[in-house]
């Protein structure tokens, strides 16, 4: 399941949780229970998802560093205004 997916699924099931809970007023009664359960479940999902997607992010500025530092010329790049000046050497 996508993020986005996840987060919408998540949202739905804390507002279905908030719902039951004042119809029901027992946060120990088995069908809140389980719809915490549920929603416990999207969470770590969620978090390894972007655990994930931090750790692809990581490893692909890595290798763009490595490229970058080993092309050849050097370039200087600054910023004037809105402006960026790229300067070979």
Do not use: W
Not at 32 to 52: F, G, H, N, P, T
Not at 60 to 89: C, W, Y
């Amino acid at each position: 399941m996508e993020t986005t997916q996840l987060i919408r699924r998540l949202q739905l099931l804390q507002r279905r949780l908030c719902e039951m809970a004042n119809d029901l007023g027992n946060l120990t009664d088995p069908e809140i229970v389980a719809v915490s359960e549920e929603a416990d479940r999207l969470i770590i999902q969620l978090q390894r998802l972007r655990k994930e997607e931090a750790e692809y992010r990581k490893t692909v500025h890595r290798s763009n560093v490595t490229v970058l530092a080993g092309s050849q010329p050097t370039e200087e790049v600054s910023e004037q205004g809105r402006t960026f000046l790229v300067k070979h050497s």
